[in-house]
């Protein structure tokens, strides 16, 4: 059973930079045909998709974000993390990671974490 487990500081003051990290367990991050994504979800909003890390570690980002946003990833510890740099309280927001394992050329499983508040206060 693939679990995805986010963890992340809760609080942040504005201007400073967010790091939100998922753990997977069950599977690894580097297996083939595995991609891995941050979204995020602010107060009264719909789902935003921040950006992907692939099995390779390439890397695309949302280009709504401006450029503020990062993706890495510890393969010792079969970790990705997300990094936002010059937060705003309007990056206020529930941060979630999603695993997306390819089953078939035309289908795959999906897998999310529950979810981990950050606030940036202002």
């Known amino acids: 059973q693939v679990r995805l487990q986010e963890s992340g500081p809760g609080l942040v003051k504005t201007s400073q930079q967010l790091t939100v990290t998922c753990t997977v367990s069950?599977?690894?991050?580097?297996?083939?045909?595995?991609?891995w994504h941050w979204i995020r979800q602010s107060p009264g909003k719909g789902l935003e998709w921040m950006g992907v890390?692939?099995?390779?570690?390439?890397?695309y980002y949302s280009p709504s974000l401006n450029g503020r946003t990062s993706i890495s990833r510890d393969t010792s510890k079969n970790q990705f993390s997300l990094q936002l740099i010059s937060v705003t309280p309007e990056d206020t927001a529930v941060y979630y990671c999603?695993?997306?394992?390819?089953?078939?050329?035309?289908?795959?499983?999906?897998?999310w974490g529950q979810g981990t508040q950050v606030t940036v206060s202002s």
């Open positions: 999603n695993g997306r394992i390819a089953t078939s050329p035309i289908s795959w499983d999906d897998y």
């Open positions: 069950g599977d690894s991050i580097t297996t083939s045909y595995r991609v």
């Open positions: 890390i692939g099995y390779d570690g390439s890397t």
